[in-house]
């Protein structure tokens, strides 16, 4: 009897580290403990690029345009348990780092002993080589001796890289490229007034999550019908909005819809809507010209 209550035990205490394993690696793989959206993305959808494309859209000089050292610096922490930045400083694991924005890659630093991957990279370290480099110097460089994964944030790219620049170096920013960079330079391209035709067109893109018919059901995102000028996360027979979207209020205006449509985490952070935003401004005015007409 007490040897069969203890395989009993033994196997009600198995099955639980099993679950726990499950759970645990479950959670692990799906990230399902974690708010924030997957590094990738578990299926595509057609049309929807994942946050890491969204970002790349945002052109270097952009970010750089609007980079800050001292965040940058706060960034370079991730990089400082292997090397100084600092006129003169030691190298480590890495080289000093100090004007190192314009000097010759893999060369120099006080005879350090680059790796022959790196060193296979003739020229200079710009903007867009240290971009690339950090990024994935793996990748950059297969070989590299740098054992670090990247920085998959462009911004914080940037603002080590502005706050490198500013150690010794002090190279002129490259201009902002005028298309395309609106949303941060402020200076919108001409847009054509919306054609509801080609807005359907794009709303193909919206058609795995949205229905946009009256009465339509609500998917992964609420049913659009009549949504120009309704109210912003509320009813919507009841669809279950995020609180950043509930909290914002007010009416869905066409100025609204154009910023929500170009970056939907830029302008609610916590949205449940993971789509990465339409780039392109036309494209944008010719789906509320669409959405209008709905
Ligand atoms: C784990 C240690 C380590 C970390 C962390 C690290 N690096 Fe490096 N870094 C290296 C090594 C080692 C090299 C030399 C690579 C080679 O020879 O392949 C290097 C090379 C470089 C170079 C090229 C220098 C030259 O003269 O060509 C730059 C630029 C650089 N690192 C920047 C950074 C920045 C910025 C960070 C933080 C975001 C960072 N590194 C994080 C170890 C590290
Ligand atoms: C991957 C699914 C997905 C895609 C693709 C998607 N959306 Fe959404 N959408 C959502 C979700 C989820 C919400 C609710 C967001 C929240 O609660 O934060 C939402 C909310 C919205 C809202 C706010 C509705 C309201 O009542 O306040 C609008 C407008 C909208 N989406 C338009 C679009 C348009 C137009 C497209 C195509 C360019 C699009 N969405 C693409 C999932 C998606």
Not at 116 to 123: E, F, P, Q, T
Not at 230 to 248: E, H, I, M, N, Y
Not at 282 to 292: F, G, P
Request: charged share 20%; proline share 5%.
């Amino acid at each position: 009897m007490e040897n069969r209550f203890n395989t009993i035990a033994g196997w009600v205490l198995f099955s639980g580290i099993v679950a726990l394993g499950l759970s645990s690696l479950s959670s692990h793989y799906f990230r399902a403990d974690k708010a924030e959206r997957p590094e990738t993305m578990g299926y595509a959808i057609a049309g929807v690029s994942s946050g890491g494309a969204a970002v790349a859209a945002v052109p270097l000089e952009a970010l750089l345009a609007k980079a800050d050292p001292a965040k940058g610096q706060a960034v370079f922490q991730k990089c400082a348990s292997c090397h100084t930045a600092t006129q003169g400083g030691a190298n480590g694991i890495g080289p000093n780092l100090y004007a190192v924005v314009g000097d010759s890659i893999a060369q120099g630093r006080g005879g350090f002993a680059f790796s022959d991957g790196l060193k296979k990279h003739a020229g200079k370290w710009d903007f867009k080589t240290l971009d690339a480099w950090l990024t994935s110097p793996a990748a950059f460089a297969a070989g590299t001796k740098m054992t670090f994964a990247g920085l998959d944030d462009a911004q914080d790219r940037a603002n080590v890289i502005v706050y490198l620049n500013s150690l010794g170096s002090n190279v002129a920013l490259p201009p902002v490229p005028a298309a395309g960079a609106a949303p941060a330079a402020g200076a919108a391209p001409a847009v054509a007034a919306g054609d509801p035709a080609k807005g359907k067109a794009v709303f193909a893109k919206c058609g795995a999550c949205h229905t946009n018919n009256p009465g339509g059901a609500n998917g992964i995102g609420p049913n659009l019908a009549k949504i120009v000028g309704d109210d912003v996360g509320k009813g919507r027979g009841g669809f279950a909005f995020s609180d950043g979207l509930a909290k914002l209020g007010g009416k869905w205006d066409e100025a609204k819809l154009d910023k929500w449509l170009a970056n939907p985490r830029d302008m609610v952070s916590g949205t449940k809507m993971t789509f990465a935003g339409l780039d392109n401004a036309q494209d944008r005015a010719d789906l509320i010209a669409y959405l209008k007409a709905n």
